[in-house]
């Protein structure tokens, strides 16, 4: 419940997120997520990006490994999806790639604009 924010209710398919979002921010839909694909492909989904947001409407971002079970036969018989949260990471990433508060003045060409005599 602390990393959906909810209690996905019975029934729900897929995530019990309230919100889906891609990697670029897009919004996608519960049958577009990395469970659903995988299982609906069989095929198992690694190193997918994406993030939620809860009903309090804060985010986070995760990997996703949606892994299918197999019977010997090929036959889907379930899955598991394993999520790693690296919300940390993406606020590191957005920090070193935002502009640098100006801590001093521009330099000047002009040695007595500047000050400095």
């Given at each position: 419940m602390t990393l959906w924010?909810?209690?996905p209710e019975p029934g729900e398919k897929w995530c019990g997120s309230h919100k889906l979002f891609d990697r670029d921010g897009a919004s996608i839909t519960h049958d577009e997520c990395p469970m659903a694909v995988a299982i609906r492909e069989n095929l198992a989904i690694r190193d997918v990006?994406?993030?939620?947001?809860r009903p309090d409407r804060t985010r986070f971002s995760f990997l996703a490994?949606?892994?299918?079970?197999?019977?010997?036969?090929?036959?889907?018989v379930g899955a598991m999806n394993a999520m790693v949260d690296i919300t940390g990471r993406k606020q590191a990433e957005a920090a070193l790639l935002s502009p640098a508060p100006?801590?001093?003045?521009?330099?000047?060409?002009?040695?007595h604009a500047s000050g400095f005599d």
């Open positions: 924010g909810r209690r990006e994406a993030s939620a947001e490994y949606a892994t299918p079970f197999r019977q010997e036969s090929g036959e889907l100006a801590r001093w003045p521009r330099p000047s060409h002009d040695r």
